[in-house]
């Protein structure tokens, strides 16, 4: 048997990492300092003026202000989260064991493939929250398949970041949770599933109550549910030719007509434009008031005296956002290729690159096209599924059912939940169903214990 020298084998470990490194540079060349959206500037303007509002994330506002003590603007966030992407990436290559050509394959598949390669390049919470638990499923990959437990003390506070980034992050979180409590009560004994179902729930319940704690550091906290209620208000008023919403949810002489003329289905902000006779602003709808309990008996009504009308705004909504976009939808449903700026925040000089130029023009090539749809990554996910369950018993299999299930639990709600069809709320379930694919397909040499 040929013998492997220490320097291949240093070769062997290290190459993931080179590979890591080059996407990192890459992404740094093609969107420094990261594209910027309104609720990115938003939420920069709240780290800078110290003036919050819980209806962004208090983590990113809170990491924001701590990059902005060492460099101003958007930068110093989009390089961390690209840190956590690559290093995660690459923490997985490491668990699977894999030769020099599959890690470059897995790096190649996850970072490139249409739709995160496109996400990665912004400064958004949900970019955040892919990294971060693209970084926790490194760690606790490589524990799992035999590395130190000392891991998962890099797991730990990434989990936690992306328990928090997201309010509806929980769901994704869960099997992580219980992954985490299995490997960190395993040992030369058989693990008994009420300690890790226990420990999955402190776990839990600590994210979620670092997560409130964070909440309640923000000046003012309002309500998110009135701007979903308004929203499926307005779509089951028109289907029905009745105006249902609330007399306080609109200025005295609207009508349905007029409503019909701006609402898009796509988007709960399309039908803020245009109107003569302007909608009241949900979030000014304060917890406990008679407008919150009129609103909500409202809603409540519209869903149960017209379930036809709800449900078809509903699937109307579900198809536009797992679905091929159309060309004449808004590009940012997509991706936004700017640096929005608010208020008194500083102007932020875009990417000017010849790399970035390009990627740009594939983007605005591809947006319309199945390439930057999240259906194709479902097909993915339920590849990975067969191939998974078939070899189930193997730990690259499991790893991949693992994934599976966050992206199924964080995904399920959004077709009853989601606002608009962005396509950043499904950046974890693409993100996941590749990695899933790519540790189903995993040979026998990932297969530790």
């Known amino acids: 048997m040929r013998e492997t020298s220490p320097r291949t084998t240093g070769i062997a470990a290290g190459w993931p990492w080179l590979l890591a490194l080059a996407g990192w540079l890459f992404d740094a060349a093609a969107y420094w300092p990261g594209h910027m959206s309104f609720d990115s500037a938003y939420t920069w303007w709240q780290a800078r003026s110290g003036q919050t509002v819980d209806v962004v994330p208090q983590a990113l506002v809170l990491v924001w202000r701590a990059c902005e003590a060492l460099h101003s603007g958007p930068g110093l966030v989009f390089a961390l989260h690209l840190t956590l992407f690559w290093s995660g990436l690459a923490l997985l290559a490491r668990a699977l064991r894999l030769r020099a050509a599959g890690t470059a394959a897995l790096m190649v598949l996850v970072a490139f493939a249409p739709v995160p390669w496109l996400l990665r390049g912004h400064v958004w919470t949900d970019v955040g929250l892919f990294s971060a638990l693209l970084l926790a499923t490194g760690a606790l990959a490589c524990v799992q398949t035999g590395a130190s437990k000392r891991w998962l003390a890099l797991a730990l506070p990434a989990l936690f970041y992306a ?83 609330p007399d306080f949810m609109y200025a005295p002489g609207l009508e349905v007509a007029e409503l019909a003329g701006t609402f898009r289905p796509w988007s709960n902000t399309a039908m803020y434009s245009g109107l003569q006779h302007p909608l009241y602003e949900p979030f000014l709808v304060e917890a406990g008031s008679e407008q919150a309990r009129t609103l909500r008996r409202a809603w409540l009504d519209a869903v149960l005296d017209h379930p036809g009308a709800w449900l078809a705004h509903r699937w109307t909504l579900t198809r536009a956002l797992f679905g091929t976009h159309a060309r004449n939808w808004p590009r940012e449903l997509v991706y936004v290729d700017a640096e929005v700026q608010y208020r008194d925040n500083p102007p932020v000089a875009r990417n000017a690159s010849a790399l970035h130029a390009a990627l740009m023009r594939a983007a605005a090539a591809l947006v319309a096209t199945p390439l930057l749809a999240a259906w194709p990554y479902g097909v993915v996910a339920l590849l990975a599924f067969v191939l998974a369950w078939r070899r189930r018993r193997e730990t690259q299999a499991r790893l991949a059912l693992i994934l599976l299930a966050s992206a199924v639990l964080f995904a399920a709600p959004l077709p009853l939940l989601a606002p608009a069809a962005e396509l950043r709320y499904l950046g974890w379930p693409c993100v996941a169903a590749l990695l899933a694919l790519a540790c189903a397909l995993a040979g026998p040499r990932g297969s530790a214990r």
């Not at 992954?179 to 058989?190: C, Q, T, V």
């Open 163 to 245: 328990a928090a980034l997201r309010h509806n992050a929980l769901p994704a979180v869960l099997p992580f949770a219980l992954w985490f409590a299995w490997l960190a009560l395993r040992g030369p004994h058989a693990v008994s599933r009420v300690k890790v179902v226990a420990l999955a729930g402190v776990l839990l319940a600590a994210m979620l109550a670092t997560s409130q704690g964070l909440s309640h550091t923000a000046q003012r906290r309002v309500l998110v549910w009135p701007s979903l209620a308004q929203f499926d208000l307005v779509a089951v008023s028109i289907a029905t030719d009745r105006l249902l919403l």
